[in-house]
């Protein structure tokens, strides 16, 4: 009991060094927070986190603190809550911990923004809100923190608002993220209706729930998590502020809809038909975002399309059972896409906003330890044994590979794996290799402490953190792997062989004619065709729908039947049928006239 007091405690204590800068920045008009004591906020923060978290490792105690309760209808209650499980202590220092390093290299990178304090608060909200979702033990608190995310995505994609294409990109992502909510929605009206409690520890003991609210809790994820059919607007996000990309694609938003599978995945367990969806469109998404990786010139861009294909993977191991696996997954991806982000981000910055990797080359002896530890990151995501992707992703496909779930994901994401080599290996050869493309007058300097210290604390916990996390804190529950060498090397062989085809295809492409292009050949350079599928057609049909709704309403019914024209013609028939007498003859309109007067004049008698 002292343990479980010690373990809220602290926790709470952590929450309330964390939001309350927050809430005095907000409500402060004279800015006096500095994005150096945000930056040091966060660094405190982590460092406390790590006592709730040592002493969870050490008694293994879950605690749940309950603080208020809504009875706002006398059938139902909206308790307050906090769960404190081996999910929220886990993801709570890896969270602040990949944050402070993005926030160092933040006060570098954004130093010349009019507006930095301001930015430096919204990054701050941002995480408030994910680590709100995650430490919530029910759906209302959880749908704040889900949709505080949304919110600020859409602040911080925007952040440069004087560009269209920001503007454009913000608003898609609310949009997407819009259909999704829709879904958590319905299904929260569901388990309200139905179970009279949105709390998760009594939602999760139901041994049956139907298939319609388990596919709105995945349509949810499918938008927050950019799985395929909703995921256009994670490459688009990219209009952003690097650190907002990093913060975004490794430790909030987009792991908040695995996280909401992960939190209520006691429902989906017994229901064969929402695991096998989560499974195939899990592994759809990897495949396809990898595909869409390989051809991209944009090093922000590939980079995001490793985010959605990593995001497939995770929703694979959901469709497997594995939930456990899922977080693990989550944990390690952190690190090492934050870095990727941070190298691209001082890549991008020492080559004056230049992002095509065409135009980059022979940077490792100009930037040496930005390229290496792009080096390392691209390493662990493409799964190299000891690396942090390592211990999760070969884990992942080890357990595909021992399922009798479905052959077709197996495929698929197999597939996805080499993909991912061959993409990264692109990356590395184009970006770090070859002559040097840069302009001759760039001027080039990495020596400063705000880029190398986040980045190398980085690259360190994306060599170690797999290890650590695996060995230490998650309990990993998989089944015994009695398989075939062959059959649990799959993946390093796959990967292995995506190597040698980039580096093969990176050797041709020196010599090689330059192909015509074709539809087909453009299958992966224009995202699989969907936006151009997904947005003109939907929109030019809702642009004509609504113009032919227009037309018939406005034009038709109202001008032409009720208006001014349909007045116009009521009076002309009105004067035709009450004057059929007047056919233009004169004694007519005599006789007319004199039976008027006639009977006039009888009735004045």
């Not at 994901?409 to 794996?417: E, K, P, S, V, W």
Request: hydrophobic share 50%.
């Amino acid at each position: 009991m002292g343990t479980t007091l010690l373990l809220n405690t602290t926790m709470t204590l952590t929450l309330a060094v964390i939001l309350t800068p927050t809430a005095l920045q907000m409500l402060s008009k004279t800015h006096q927070n500095s994005p150096a004591s945000i930056t040091r906020t966060v660094k405190y923060a982590f460092f406390i986190s790590l006592v709730p978290m040592t002493l969870f490792i050490n008694s293994g105690l879950e605690s749940i603190i309950f603080h208020w309760e809504w009875k706002f209808i006398h059938t139902f209650k909206i308790p307050l809550s906090l769960k404190m499980d081996h999910y929220s202590l886990m993801f709570f220092p890896i969270a602040l911990f990949v944050t402070w390093s993005i926030l160092q290299f933040a006060q570098w990178y954004m130093a010349s923004d009019p507006h930095m304090t301001k930015f430096f608060s919204h990054l701050l909200i941002f995480l408030a809100a994910m680590l709100t979702l995650t430490i919530a033990n029910d759906m209302f608190l959880l749908f704040i923190g889900w949709e505080g995310v949304g919110i600020m995505s859409f602040l911080l994609i925007g952040w440069w608002h004087g560009r269209a294409e920001a503007n454009t990109a913000a608003l898609q992502a609310v949009l997407y993220n819009r259909i999704g909510d829709i879904g958590l929605i319905l299904s929260m009206a569901w388990l309200a209706s139905t179970l009279n409690t949105w709390e998760l520890q009594q939602t999760t003991d139901t041994t049956q729930t139907p298939t319609l609210p388990l596919l709105g809790l995945i349509l949810a994820a499918t938008g927050k998590s950019a799985q395929f059919g909703l995921h256009p607007w994670l490459p688009a996000a990219m209009e952003g502020p690097t650190p907002v990309s990093a913060l975004l694609h490794s430790s909030t938003m987009v792991v908040a809809g695995i996280f909401l599978l992960i939190r209520t995945h006691p429902l989906l367990t017994h229901n064969q038909t929402a695991l096998t969806t989560c499974l195939c469109l899990g592994a759809l998404s990897t495949l396809f975002a990898a595909t869409c990786a390989i051809t991209q010139n944009d090093i922000k861009k590939i980079i995001a399309f490793s985010t959605s294909s990593q995001l497939g993977l995770m929703m694979v191991t959901i469709g497997l059972n594995l939930p456990e696996l899922a977080f693990l997954h989550i944990s390690t991806h952190a690190f090492f896409k934050a870095m990727l982000f941070l190298c691209a981000g001082s890549i991008i910055h020492n080559l004056n906003g230049e992002q095509d990797i065409r135009k980059m080359g022979n940077l490792q002896k100009t930037l040496p330890v930005t390229t290496s530890c792009l080096t390392i990151g691209n390493l662990a995501l493409m799964g190299t044994p000891f690396l942090a992707g390592f211990y999760s992703k070969d884990l992942i496909i080890e357990n595909l590979n021992t399922s009798y779930l479905n052959t077709w994901a197996l495929t698929l994401t197999l597939m996805a794996t080499s993909f991912t080599a061959i993409y990264t290996t692109r990356m590395i050869l184009m970006v770090q290799t070859g002559p040097n493309r840069t302009a001759p007058t760039t001027p080039i300097n990495e020596n400063n402490p705000m880029i190398l210290t986040p980045i190398t604390r980085l690259a360190l916990g994306s060599i170690a953190a797999g290890l650590l996390i695996s060995s230490y804190t998650i309990p990993v529950k998989t089944p015994p792997m009695t398989m075939s060498m062959p059959t649990k090397a799959a993946a390093l062989i796959v990967t292995a062989l995506g190597v040698l085809l980039a580096t093969e295809l990176s050797n041709l492409t020196h010599t090689m004619t330059q192909p015509k292009q074709n539809t087909y050949l453009n299958f992966s350079t224009t995202l699989g065709y969907f936006n151009q599928l997904a947005h003109r057609p939907a929109t030019a049909t809702a642009l004509s729908s609504g113009q032919k709704i227009a037309l018939h309403l406005m034009d038709l019914s109202w001008y032409k039947k009720m208006g001014p024209k349909g007045v116009a013609n009521l009076q002309q028939t009105a004067t035709k049928v009450l004057t059929t007498l007047h056919k233009g003859l004169t004694k007519t309109y005599l006789g007319s006239f004199a039976l008027t007067i006639l009977l006039m004049l009888l009735s004045l008698k």
